[in-house]
C-alpha cells in the first residue's frame, strides 16, 4: 500500500503492515487471540484502507480503525491498545474506558 500516515506532530512516513502488526500482536499477547486473528485483523484495516483510494491519513485514524476491531475480537487487548494509542496518563483514564466498555460492549 502507499499509503503516507500523518503523525500527530504533523510529519508523514510511509504506512506500515509491520508496525500495525506489531502493536495489535502486543496488545494481544497472552491473550486468547491467535495469530491468525491478528493477521485477520490487519488484512481487514488494510482492505478499508484500500478502499478508500486515499494516499494520505491521519494515524488517529488508523488507530480507530485498529481499535474498532480488536473492541469485537477481544476488550483485553483493545484496552492494551487503547492504553498506548490514547496514551493514558492514569488509572482514571483506565477506569474510562472499561466503563464504556461495559455500557457499550459491542459498539
Known sequence: MQVLIIKNSGTREPYSR???HTGISSACAKTMVTAE???NL???VESELASWGKRELHS???GDLALARLKNLNHVAYVRFASV???????D????EL???TVN???
Do not use: H, N, W
Request: glycine share 4%; aromatic share 10%.
Open 99 to 101: 466503563r464504556s466498555l
Open 85 to 91: 494509542y490514547k496514551q493514558f496518563q492514569s488509572i
Open 93 to 96: 483514564d483506565f477506569i474510562a
Open 18 to 20: 509491520e508496525k500495525l
Open 105 to 107: 460492549p459491542g459498539a
Open 37 to 39: 486473528e491478528v493477521d
Open 42 to 44: 490487519v488484512d481487514s
Open 60 to 62: 488517529s485514524t488508523l
